[in-house]
């Protein structure tokens, strides 16, 4: 069992706290609100799975940033790091056992290669809007500057709803 004291982040203190029961610490000895081990860790995978990307949820883009480029704007590593240090589990006393416990998957790849984890939020993908925008710019700077079809189709992409809007309240 793992009582509250022995976790350190405020959101595995409730975790403990919510689902737990009286009984003793197998790490402290002290009485107090308990979990199984199991559960816990599978609480915190559920957390690692559905907050970090593998290398099979990149995109082209990112991997080529990361494996070609060498960019530093992706955070990456292995899942002893990810539990001990982007989690801040490192000080929690249970962390041998949880490291024990991981399966296979969380170690390494289908080929057998160390698995890394990776953290981005999201600001390297290119938007939906960014090729067109390169498009437009170009088009505006190098072809037809006053009269541009497709840059005003672009445009009227992108703002066309604010005319609709701006008569919708012109009306009423």
């Known amino acids: 069992m793992i009582c509250i004291h022995c976790v350190t982040p405020t959101p595995l203190k409730k975790f403990?706290?919510?689902?737990?029961?009286?009984?003793t610490c197998?790490?402290?000895?002290?009485?107090?609100?308990?979990?199984?081990?199991?559960?816990?860790?599978?609480?915190?995978?559920e957390r690692v799975d559905e907050n970090l990307a593998t290398q099979g949820d990149l995109s082209t883009w990112e991997e080529t940033c990361l494996y070609e480029l060498g960019t530093d704007d992706i955070a990456i590593s292995t899942i002893d790091v990810?539990?001990?240090?982007?989690?801040?589990?490192?000080?929690?006393?249970?962390?041998?056992?949880?490291?024990?416990?991981?399966?296979?998957?969380?170690h390494e790849c289908d080929n057998g290669d160390e698995r890394h984890f990776y953290v981005d939020g999201g600001g390297?993908?290119?938007?939906?809007f960014e090729e067109r925008w390169e498009k437009f710019v170009d088009g505006i700077r190098h072809e037809h500057r006053f009269f541009n079809s497709p840059a005003k189709n672009f445009l009227d992409s992108i703002f066309g709803f604010l005319s609709n809007v701006a008569g919708r309240h012109a009306e009423t």
């Open 16 to 23: 403990v706290h919510d689902q737990g029961s009286f009984g």
């Open 82 to 106: 990810v539990l001990a240090e982007w989690f801040d589990l490192g000080n929690d006393p249970y962390l041998n056992d949880f490291m024990a416990y991981l399966p296979k998957v969380y």
């Open 26 to 45: 197998q790490y402290c000895e002290q009485s107090s609100s308990v979990v199984e081990p199991k559960q816990l860790f599978d609480y915190v995978l």
């Open 124 to 128: 390297l993908d290119r938007n939906f």
